[in-house]
C-alpha cells in the first residue's frame, strides 16, 4: 500500500515530476515572451518614426522598396542560397 502511495507521489497527476515538467514549460514560456516583448519594443520604435506630423524619409523608403521588391541603383544585392538547398 506504501508502494502505491509513493508511486504516485512521484509519478502521479500531481506528482514530482509533473512539477518539473510545469517548471520546463513555464521558463520556455517566459523566454517566449521576453522575445516577443522585445519585437514589439523594436516595432513600436519604427512606427514612432512614421507615425504623427513627419515622417521619417529613410524608414519610409526602406519599407516602400521592400513591398514593391524594388531596389536603388547604388543598392548592393547579395542572394543567399534558399534554406535547405544543397
Known sequence: ???YFIWH???GQRGLKIGEEYEQKLEQLR???NLLK???MH???RLALIKGETVDADILE???RKRLG???K???VIFLPAPGAP
Open 1 to 3: 500500500m506504501a508502494a
Open 9 to 11: 507521489g512521484v509519478n
Open 31 to 33: 523566454f517566449e515572451r
Open 38 to 40: 522585445l519585437q514589439r
Open 43 to 45: 516595432w513600436e520604435s
Open 62 to 64: 526602406e519599407e516602400a
Open 70 to 72: 524594388r531596389t536603388h
Open 74 to 76: 547604388n543598392d548592393v
